[in-house]
T-cell receptor, first 114, second 113 residues
């Protein structure tokens, strides 16, 4: 069974440019997460979807970040415009519901903003 | 609010010796507790979890963790460390209301040969 797929793996952009990350979760997983991981730190939740509904986006900087999960499967995370401080790894994860189920993570998308 | 503390930034151990990576948590009610491992430039891989029942949980690659409710701890252990265990380890907690999984800042495990 395929795992969580993310693309691109690496992205380098100039500040003020837009960038988008894509995630395809494990088939059948209705819960999808986007986490931000800064160097040497633990992942921090940006947004959590239950099917196509964003149920927790309290940590998403809505002035420049947006996300969508059309049809409750794939998801896209966008940053516009990017700032130097956005350089980090953006991790996507999925799970069968919440509660006791573990999250399965993709390889991450590493963003470098110059 | 729930939180996780990993008090050690780095743990060094010789190959063949036992290892412990510490984790304490704070959550309302009963917790769900998880350990993940991350290798360089890779995503997080699930190792084990505690839901309920036996306080000693066994997981992948010979790792185990002990849940201690009175000390609000969930330390990761392995009887005999391997050089290949060298990686970044994260403890995580979620409350039973199903809120987001909260991660600690991570502990780097270094196993020397």
């Amino acid at each position: 069974e395929a795992g969580v797929v993310q693309s691109p793996r690496y992205k380098i952009i100039e500040k003020k440019q837009p960038v988008a990350f894509w995630c395809n979760p494990i088939s059948g997983h209705n819960t999808l997460y986007w986490y931000l991981q800064n160097l040497g730190q633990g992942p921090e939740l940006l947004i959590r979807y239950e099917n196509e509904e964003a149920v927790d986006d309290s940590q998403l900087p809505k002035d420049r970040f947006s996300a969508e999960r059309l049809k409750g499967v794939d998801s896209t995370l966008k940053i516009q415009p990017a700032e130097l401080g956005d350089s980090a790894v953006y991790l996507c994860a999925s799970s069968l519901g919440t509660g006791a189920g573990e999250l399965f993570f993709g390889e991450g998308s590493r963003l470098t903003v110059l | 609010a729930q939180s996780v503390a990993q008090p050690e930034d780095q743990v060094n151990v010789a190959e063949g010796n036992p290892l412990t990576v510490k984790c304490t948590y704070s959550v309302s009610g009963n917790p769900y507790l998880f350990w993940y491992v991350q290798y360089p430039n890779r995503g997080l891989q699930f190792l084990l979890k505690y839901i309920t029942g036996d306080n000693l949980v066994k997981g992948s690659y010979g790792f185990e963790a002990e849940f201690n409710k009175s000390q609000t701890s969930f330390h990761l252990k392995k009887p005999s460390a391997l050089v290949s265990d060298s990686a970044l380890y994260f403890c995580a907690v979620r409350d039973q209301a199903g809120t987001a999984l909260i991660f600690g800042k991570g502990t780097t495990l270094s196993v020397s040969s």
